[in-house]
């Protein structure tokens, strides 16, 4: 991959951190209007996959293997009867397991613990131990690929910008109060994503970004309405003719959803799984920034100095200098 192609899937990371950040800040306002969290996950999915969908039938996407990742190896044989068809298949049983962990790791499952996490615990113990997943990250797949290894320079980079976390979302007062129900789940949500970005890259080599993520709000939305019997769904239409509701819908919908998820599994295709993870270090900072400029909430100057860290953290765990 050239540099500057390189600099290109870096900076859809960065750009998906910034958005997701933000995105606490719309489901702030989404509960302040009485829906719950669930039904913000259900109603931003739908509107996501909706949007996907002719998308993925324009492409072929619809239950088909990308024909480009396909090795050009035959020169006979049913590729030479029918090119246009080389390396097209349905996708297998395993294939839709691996798609259905995604829908769970990546969406379900993980968005119902961080936000029942919110709860139990303070939000800054929530933030902070969900920022671990960079670390779990690169722990699991340095042991199962020996591309993902972490050298003793990006190992420092990360512990800085995790430093730099923790200074920003504790504000420099360096008090965590325990909740060990919220703290767990926290945890569990920050291991669910370690798994989802592992499944993402297995399915990476194989699949493009755009046959990924539509299976992922697939399985997303039907791995979560069993959740729907213990808590019904009570969105009322009128509730969402508000402009605060549907604008904030829309926001998350097509643009944290379906637009980052897709930048997101691409990073991770071109990138590396740990690289790209290291970008959610980035995450509460933005969220910080954002409810400075949407909900006026005052930036602090321990805020400051842990972006100056996350940055330099950031900036070391790329650099490849001695």
Partial sequence: MTRS???????????TVTVWGATFVSTKVLLANGLSAAEIFVLRFALAYLCLLPFARRSGADGERDASRVPKKQTTGQSARQPEQA???RFSFRDEVLFALAGITGGSLYFLAENMALEYAPASNVSLIVCTAPIWTALLLGAVYRTERMSARRISGSILAFVGVAVVVLDGHFELHLSPRG????FGAA???MLYSLVIKRLGDRFTALQITRKIFGYGLATILPWFLVEPFRVA???????AVWGNLLFLGLVASMGCYLLWNAAIRHLGAVRTTNYIYL????TIIAAAIFLGERLTPAAA?????????MWRAESKAD
């Fill in 305 to 313: 100095a842990g972006a100056v860290l996350i940055l330099y953290g």
């Fill in 5 to 15: 192609k390189e600099y290109i899937y870096h900076f859809a990371a960065l750009f």
């Fill in 283 to 286: 995450n509460p900072l933005s």
């Fill in 183 to 186: 703290d767990l789940l926290a």
């Fill in 87 to 89: 390396g097209r298949h």
């Fill in 191 to 193: 291991l669910l994503w």
């Fill in 237 to 243: 239409g009128t509730t969402l003719l508000h402009p």
